[in-house]
């Protein structure tokens, strides 16, 4: 039995989160690679997978029977939250499975995870973690303890995440950045890559840097 599942996106992420998708079903999953979608085909580049691309939203909607499972394919959280809204409106009974790829170690007896989670190959996580609806770890990364992530969060490629961290709802934590222990990172906040965040980020601040600190303008 196959369960076709459509990949929101065409660009590189997509093409991860395809691949994902494509290791999950050699490990033994029903689901099945459909094609990606998106939201606009005027706006295709090409960085995009043309040829794998079935159609846009209206597309979507007008197969809506033939499409059982939903996946994100954007890096951004603030469009991974705005597709999953508009998707979730068009196809409501659709589902969104979360993707973890099978060479991952974390304690899942005590792992949350809210709808449409992605969790890339070689992430480490610890015991008590939880992760909010549609949230994307990248390759390689680490979760500490008590660790949580929120609505649309990204964690991107070799990132840290230290124990009893708060990143709050669509956050972007750059590639290479390290948030140290206990602290949170406010809603819509972004780090940097490479950053080490030793103190608190506001809502929607970012921060760069060693020590990460806020970006207040040019010069």
């Avoid at 990949?7 to 994902?20: F, I, Y």
């Avoid at 124990?163 to 972004?190: C, F, H, M, N, R």
Wanted: one cysteine or more; a neutral charge.
């Amino acid at each position: 039995m196959s369960t076709p599942i459509v990949v929101l996106g065409a660009g590189g992420q997509a093409r991860d989160t395809a691949w994902l998708i494509q290791e999950l079903r050699a490990a033994g999953s029903e689901l099945e690679f459909a094609g990606f979608v998106v939201s606009d085909l005027a706006k295709l580049t090409d960085r995009d997978s043309r040829s794998q691309v079935l159609g846009d939203f209206d597309w979507l909607q007008a197969h809506a029977s033939e499409i059982p499972a939903l996946a994100l394919g954007v890096g951004s959280p603030k469009i991974r939250l705005l597709l999953a809204e508009e998707a979730q409106r068009r196809l409501p009974q659709a589902v969104w499975p979360a993707l973890i790829h099978p060479r991952l170690e974390i304690d899942h007896a005590s792992l949350q995870m809210g709808r449409g989670v992605m969790l890339g190959a070689g992430v480490v996580g610890s015991v008590n973690i939880r992760l909010g609806d549609f949230c994307l770890v990248n390759l390689g990364c680490t979760l500490g303890h008590e660790a949580q992530l929120g609505r649309g969060v990204v964690v991107n490629h070799g990132a840290s995440i230290s124990g009893g961290v708060v990143v709050e709802e669509g956050v972007l934590i750059g590639t290479g950045a390290k948030v140290l222990q206990y602290l949170t990172v406010g809603q819509g906040a972004s780090v940097g890559a490479g950053a080490v965040v030793t103190k608190d980020v506001a809502r929607g601040q970012t921060v760069v840097g060693v020590p990460a600190k806020p970006v207040t303008g040019k010069g």
